[in-house]
């Protein structure tokens, strides 16, 4: 009789992924600060908790490892209200999410944001403009 019942469970297993191989690809993009477009280095980049990076000088980051499908894409810098956006994932490639843009909690005035690059396919590193000072 046990064993019906774990037939009928799919054999206690909950986790679809679990006995096969994942898959996995990479996000790439920069954070900038809303009011002036100027790169934020430093801000502590993840999706969920298990896959983190900081962004570099120039505001740029890399997430590698991360598994297929929608993603939410949080950066988080103190001074600056979590931003979050949302990349599609797909096996063995690389989303440019292109501009994340933080405001800072002292609030003030927007701007509007820069062009968005477009993506070179092949590319593994984030290839926004420069932000002029």
Same mark, same amino acid.
């Given at each position: 009789m046990l064993l019906l019942g774990l037939g009928a469970n799919g054999g206690g297993c909950s986790n679809p992924n679990g006995g096969g191989v994942q898959q996995f690809g990479t996000i790439v993009g920069r954070v900038l600060d809303a009011t002036n477009n100027r790169p934020v280095g430093g801000v502590l980049v993840s999706v969920g908790s298990l896959y983190t990076t900081y962004t570099d000088p120039q505001g740029a980051f890399r997430l590698i490892n991360i598994p297929i499908g929608n993603q939410d894409v949080s950066a988080n810098s103190p001074g600056f209200a979590v931003g979050t956006v949302r990349a599609k994932v797909r096996d063995g490639q690389t989303a440019n999410i292109g501009y994340m843009r933080i405001v800072p909690l002292t609030?003030? !005035?927007?701007? !509007? !944001?820069p062009p968005t690059p477009t993506p070179t396919p092949g590319s593994e590193t984030p290839t926004p403009a420069l932000t002029p000072r």
């Open positions: 609030g003030g !005035p927007t701007v !509007p !944001p």
